[in-house]
């Protein structure tokens, strides 16, 4: 198939938006499968964990290939719960464009605002999709408002509902002017496209007029079409809508109900026919191995040198690691060898499989475009690119957040011990966001995620998959520790043992970083006192004494460190002294600079009916919540508040008790800020005792 007959899309949103149930639909409609599979019921395709069927969420981003007026379609339905962000920052970064769905009721909710930024991030074009319209509470102009005042990119209504609510009766295309009214006894199959009902006139010519407009800004003969008040060529408006949408100038938005089988169709036309095949993209840019500031592109076509980008692995239990990877350029075949310049290692492409959810079906080559599984992929991770022997190219990789919920976990029995340990190491492998570490003092395993859902679900695979059993600690917050001030330091390590000695004597300038960055290291050093050599490994040794910060042994980020002066022995100094001397002389200053503790502080949005509305604020305020804004809406309202993550354990709980059940809440990770005194205070006392 050419390739402008591909398209590479995702399905994004906040959770319970409806993206589960839009792709099951949409694989219905194009003949993927033969029934519908519901999220509530368990029986959702694309939902096949087990964890994913007893919860009714997503959990991980699951691929699937269909077809629909003659073009493939490759789909990647990616989870809205913040714990799995990840899934769709690794997604976003290997697609041309995205299906962003909203719910009519809910509105632009703080997860949408993430995804949102995430494809900005990556300049990917997108559709929006106004899902459940049949919903009591559902507005679609007060969603598209809401989407125009918070987006940068302007929003434009594609399609109108006619009717909200129970009167939800069909779409209106503001393209064609036709009322599209579908048969439910068919499951929305089949439809009839009417006159636009009087009573809708008025509103269908206002948002046709503004679509209109929208459209003339990217076009100069549709502006003076559209200005000398003429008829607009529709296939020139077609033109130009997919031109400003592939552009990141507009997002054409369009509304429905997936659940009742209405839109859907309109939807799957218009990835068709306005976002883009790999083709509309740009050459993908990446670097030389060997000459790093060297910029390398790679064009979209099957005869260029392969180029392919790794962003996922996963662990299959009938053929074992699979890497999924998007095909950049060039043409990859099953049972050839690539490279892998991140590692320098060279992998052998032993099986090809074009996945459908956790199905799988074997191909013989993948090309430009695709987006595949790998079998036989070895030293390869997440964000690893593969490439042609004799070509080698690294694309760039992808950034992570880091985790911020941790809990202890030890095996039960000493049998327990080792496939613990291996399965950890096929975890981690998985999931850039999952970390595993040795606590010195207790000799205990810890643990660390994006959240309590998270780790509970990465502690039940570990269960189930794995059939590991192992004690787990209750979860605790992932703090860290700065320093406030400048402070001068030394280190001086020197030991004589008969034979030749060590010598190591180093003397630096630490302060916090100005823009926020984990760690700098600047050698101000003159007339070689600490020879040119031995650099490295002060810069080394200062880096290990941050994994333990002198308050409470959290890990220490944000400081600028300036080596000055120092000096060596012609004979006992190495590397080692060095490493060592650098390591005390960091411990010596941050003990001066006045540390301090730092916390994970989450956003939490609340949404609750108004007679429960003081308990709420309350409860949040004794939670050192900061309320940042109160917006109401129809009976409820929303609350935005920032919160420390240790004061969120337990929270669903507690607001099920205090409103009856009626209220729900979102969180996600904003930022690390300062414990305040008196609370740092009784945690490092709490934690001596």
Not at 111 to 121: C, F, I, M
Request: aromatic share 6%; net charge negative; proline share 5%.
């Amino acid at each position: 198939m050419s390739l402008d007959k591909i398209r590479n899309i995702g399905i994004m949103a906040h959770i319970d938006a409806g993206k589960t149930t839009t792709t099951e639909r949409i694989l219905f409609y194009t003949g993927k499968t033969h029934r519908m599979g519901e999220v509530h019921d368990g029986a959702a395709t694309m939902d096949w964990m087990d964890q994913e069927k007893e919860r009714g969420i997503t959990i991980t981003s699951a691929a699937t290939t269909c077809f629909w007026r003659d073009h493939t379609i490759n789909i990647i339905d990616t989870p809205g719960h913040v714990d799995f962000t990840v899934e769709v920052e690794r997604s976003l970064r290997v697609l041309d464009g995205a299906v962003a769905l909203f719910c009519a009721v809910g509105g632009v909710e703080p997860q949408s605002e993430t995804v949102w930024r995430q494809a900005d991030k990556y300049r990917v074009p997108r559709i929006a999709f106004i899902n459940k319209m049949d919903r009591t509470g559902a507005s679609f102009v007060s969603t598209l408002d809401a989407m125009n005042e918070r987006f940068a990119t302007k929003c434009v209504a594609i399609t109108l509902p006619a009717g909200e609510g129970e009167l939800f009766g069909g779409i209106i295309d503001l393209m064609s002017m036709k009322f599209r009214v579908f048969h439910e006894d068919s499951h929305g199959t089949t439809f009839d496209d009417l006159p636009v009902p009087e009573d809708m006139l008025a509103m269908t010519n206002e948002y046709r007029e503004k679509l209109l407009e929208a459209v003339a800004d990217h076009d100069d003969h549709l502006l003076e079409q559209f200005l000398n008040d003429e008829e607009l060529d529709p296939a020139r408006v077609h033109e130009a809508v997919r031109k400003a949408t592939i552009n990141n100038d507009m997002v054409p938005v369009l509304c429905g109900s997936s659940f009742k089988n209405k839109g859907v169709q309109k939807l799957l036309d218009c990835v068709i026919d306005f976002l883009p095949s790999p083709i509309d993209m740009p050459p993908v840019k990446g670097h030389d191995p060997k000459k790093p500031s060297r910029t390398i592109e790679r064009k979209p076509d099957p005869d260029e040198p392969a180029a392919a980008l790794t962003f996922k692995i996963a662990t299959d239990r009938y053929v074992g690691r699979l890497g999924y990877i998007r095909v950049y350029s060039g043409t990859i075949k099953a049972g050839s060898y690539v490279t892998n310049p991140n590692t320098g290692h060279k992998e052998r492409v032993a099986r090809l499989l074009r996945m459908h959810s956790n199905k799988r079906e074997d191909v013989q080559e993948a090309v430009a475009g695709d987006i595949v599984a790998v079998v036989g992929l070895r030293k390869t991770i997440t964000g690893h690119t593969l490439c042609d022997i004799k070509h080698p190219i690294i694309l760039e990789t992808m950034s992570f957040p880091e985790p911020v919920v941790s809990v202890s976990i030890e095996p039960k029995t000493e049998a327990d011990q080792d496939k613990l340990a291996r399965a950890l190491e096929k975890l981690t492998d998985e999931d850039p966001t999952f970390l595993v570490t040795q606590n010195e003092e207790t000799a205990q395993t810890i643990i660390s995620g994006m959240g309590e859902l998270h780790l509970e679900i990465l502690v039940d695979r570990l269960m189930r998959e794995f059939n590991v059993s192992a004690s787990v600690g209750r979860p605790s917050v992932a703090y860290k520790e700065t320093i406030t001030s400048e402070a001068d330091a030394e280190g001086r390590f020197v030991k004589q043992t008969g034979g030749r000695g060590q010598y190591g004597h180093v003397r630096m300038r630490i302060r916090p970083t100005e823009d926020g960055s984990h760690f700098v290291f600047v050698d101000k050093t003159v007339r070689g006192v600490i020879p040119r050599e031995y650099i490295s490994a002060v810069s080394l040794g200062a880096k290990d004494a941050m994994t333990n910060g002198g308050l409470g042994g959290f890990p220490m980020t944000g400081i600028h460190c300036e080596l000055y002066d120092g000096s060596s022995h012609d004979v006992d100094s190495s590397e080692m002294a060095f490493r060592v001397a650098g390591s005390m002389a960091m411990r010596d200053g941050v003990r001066k600079a006045r540390p301090v503790l730092l916390e994970p502080i989450m956003d939490v949005e609340v949404v609750v009916p108004e007679a429960y509305m003081g308990a709420v604020v309350g409860d949040l305020n004794s939670r050192r919540g900061k309320i940042n804004g109160m917006v109401p809406r129809d009976g409820i309202t929303v609350v935005s508040v920032t919160v420390p993550l240790c004061e969120m354990f337990g929270y669903a709980n507690t607001l099920r008790n205090i409103s009856q059940g009626r209220a729900v809440f979102s969180m996600q990770f904003a930022r690390y800020m300062q414990v305040p005194a008196d609370v740092s205070k009784k945690m490092l006392e709490g934690a001596r005792t």
